[in-house]
């Protein structure tokens, strides 16, 4: 069996920038364990796998442990596919996650995507947390991650965590956070429990950041940037109970997957 595969760097202009995913299309779901062992295969921080439907399209994300409810990236890679590759003509796509629908369009020489807003609540700081950064965050807030705010960015570049106290956790994972230089704000993102140590650019925490600085800075439109060692930059829109993400992918590598 022969399946095609992308990989596409996300929220990025260039190779070799931006954080990478591969993307398949399928024709009909396989078994999980397929899924699985090829996200696996491939080791990068997610695979999405796609299948055409009356509506769109239905749309997973796997990391090389397990599957996960909520990637930006990768869908991010798979609109760039599906309109740039595959030359879909209607102006926005529709996908069907285990989030709900996720709507992707064109805007400009970037692609945008409309998400559910996922604000952080307050929360209280643990010594695992504390340790596993090994600094202690000004805040703590929490929704699908833990959310560390600290006083610069500075700070946030010189984190060096301990991913095994990370991996404890009871959340997928953790970002921290700061203001940053020229941008709103400025974030790096660890789940090694997932089986990521750093994420280099996480749309899906994005989802928890915009509300958390739009709230802070009263400001519903921000700049932000991923300063993981790739990096990669989303201008993000609080909209609501929706965040919209903008951001460019490149395609990296047409490839074949053989079994």
């Given at each position: ?217 009263g400001k519903n439109t921000l700049n932000a940037k991923q300063v993981s060692k ?30």
């Open positions: 069996m022969k399946l095609k595969q992308y990989q596409v760097d996300a929220f990025t202009d260039k190779v070799f920038g931006g954080n990478p995913a591969a993307v398949v299309p399928l024709s009909s779901w396989p078994d999980d364990s397929l899924l699985q062992a090829i996200a696996e295969e491939n080791n990068l921080s997610e695979t999405a796998f796609f299948v055409s439907t009356n509506n769109g399209f239905k749309l997973r994300w796997f990391t090389p442990t397990r599957e996960v409810k909520l990637c930006g990236h990768a869908t991010l890679a798979t609109a760039h596919v599906i309109f740039e590759t595959l030359g879909y003509s209607k102006r926005v796509i529709t996908f069907e996650t285990l989030s709900g629908e996720l709507f992707v369009e064109r805007n400009g020489d970037r692609l945008q995507m409309n998400f559910p807003a996922s604000p952080p609540t307050p929360s209280d700081l643990s010594e695992t947390l504390t340790r596993g950064l090994g600094l202690r965050p000004i805040e703590v807030l929490a929704a699908d991650d833990y959310l560390a705010v600290f006083d610069s960015e500075a700070t946030i570049r010189a984190i060096m965590p301990n991913y095994a106290v990370l991996g404890e956790l009871d959340l997928r994972g953790v970002i921290v956070t700061a203001p940053g230089i020229g941008v709103d704000f400025v974030s790096r993102f660890f789940a090694p429990k997932y089986g990521i140590p750093e994420d280099p650019v996480t749309g899906s925490a994005h989802c928890t950041l915009a509300p958390y600085w739009a709230n802070k800075l790739r990096g990669g930059n989303i201008t993000c829109e609080v909209n609501g109970d929706r965040v919209f993400l903008l951001g460019t992918a490149v395609t990296f590598m047409e490839a074949e997957i053989a079994f």
